[in-house]
Each structure stands twice: as C-alpha cells, then as structure tokens.
C-alpha cells in the first residue's frame, strides 16, 4: 500500500512538470494565452510550430514512461498503474501551473507504451486515419484513446493495466470535453490553423 503511494505521489509530481508551458517560456510565449490554452503539443505547435511541439512531445510521453517504469519498480502491477495514472492527472492538473495544464494524449500514451506496444500502434494508426481526412487533431486523440483502452481490455493484460488504460481515457475525454462540443458546433480548430490569443489571463 504505502509502495503504491509513494509511485503514485511520484508519478503526479513527474507528470506535473510543465514541458509545454517551459518550451513556450524559452521563446518567451506563455502558450496558456493561445488557443485551447492547454499546455500539451497539440496547442504548441498551433502556436510556436513543429519544433517546440516535437520537444514538448517527446517530453510528455517521456514523463509518462518514466513516471510508469518508476511506479512498477516500486510496486509491481499495482505501482505501474498508480505511477502511470498519477502522471496522466498532473499533466492535466499540475501543481504549478494552479492546476490548468495538457490533455494527456502524450503522456497517456507514454504510460502504456513500454507494456503495450502494439495497442498504442493500433492506436495511432486510426487515430491519424482520423485526423489526416478530417483535420480534427482532438478527434483523432479520442478515437485512439478509445483503440488504445479498448485493445488492452481485450487483451490478456492484468487487471491494474486495464484499470490504467480506463482512467487514461477518461482523462482524456473529460479534457476534450471543449472540444467535443466544438466539433459538434462546428467550430473547433483544424490542423494547420494558428493559434489565436485567448482573451483569458492563465496567472
């Protein structure tokens, strides 16, 4: 128990730390101003291009890699799941940024991508057979969320990674929440569209 609070706490704290916000600050753009105002590589590249959204990317799915590796280390099945999750919930609600961060499609993904290779490829491949004719990056991210936890429930994975893989879609789709209703509305931003300024002051 107390193993599988210590991975936990760890994975919150790795996944907290503001990769996206970071990359905006080093070119001296708070990203929270722009667009959907989230932190993840999806709104960073809307707003500063491919270059900082491939490092806010690479670092996403890497706190989420380490923060699950750190977690079964320290608690087997169990721990990777409470790292793992830990890490999804401080990306979107991290402690430094008053709780407004990413989306957790990166990180998510990094959670599960060490156990579950060839779930996450499932994953992408529809995900960005979504994305390519429709243009709409969220719903890309959600249907390969919904691949993603879908293929590893069907799998003979234990039961701790199934329960990650259902939180990291829940996550995912209550961030998306906007966007869904976006979509629905038809004003939802597609890819290639810039970043507009937020009227919203994130401080």
Do not use: C
């Not at 790292?83 to 998510?108: D, N, Q, Y």
């Amino acid at each position: 128990m107390l193993m599988g609070l210590l991975a936990a706490a760890v994975g919150y704290l790795l996944g907290s730390f503001p990769t996206g916000y970071l990359v905006g600050l080093a070119k001296g753009v708070d990203v929270r101003r722009y667009g959907s105002g989230a932190t993840g590589g999806t709104n960073v590249q809307r707003t500063l291009g491919w270059g900082p959204a491939v490092v806010t990317g690479i670092g996403d799915i890497g706190k989420g890699i380490l923060a699950s590796y750190i977690g079964y280390r320290l608690g087997g099945n169990a721990g990777y799941a409470l790292g793992g999750f830990g890490a999804i919930v401080g990306h979107s609600w991290p402690v430094w940024l008053k709780f407004r961060g990413g989306k957790s499609v990166g990180t998510g993904a990094g959670t599960l991508m060490l156990q579950h290779p060839l779930a996450l490829l499932a994953a992408l491949v529809f995900g960005f057979g979504v994305i390519v004719p429709t243009r709409y990056v969220g719903l890309g991210s959600l249907v390969g969320a919904i691949v993603l936890g879908g293929s590893i429930w069907l799998s003979g994975a234990p039961l701790e990674h199934k329960l990650l893989a259902l939180g990291a879609v829940l996550v995912v789709y209550v961030r998306h929440w906007d966007n869904i209703l976006r979509m629905l509305a038809g004003t939802e931003n597609k890819f290639g569209q810039t970043a507009k300024p937020r009227n919203e002051n994130p401080a």
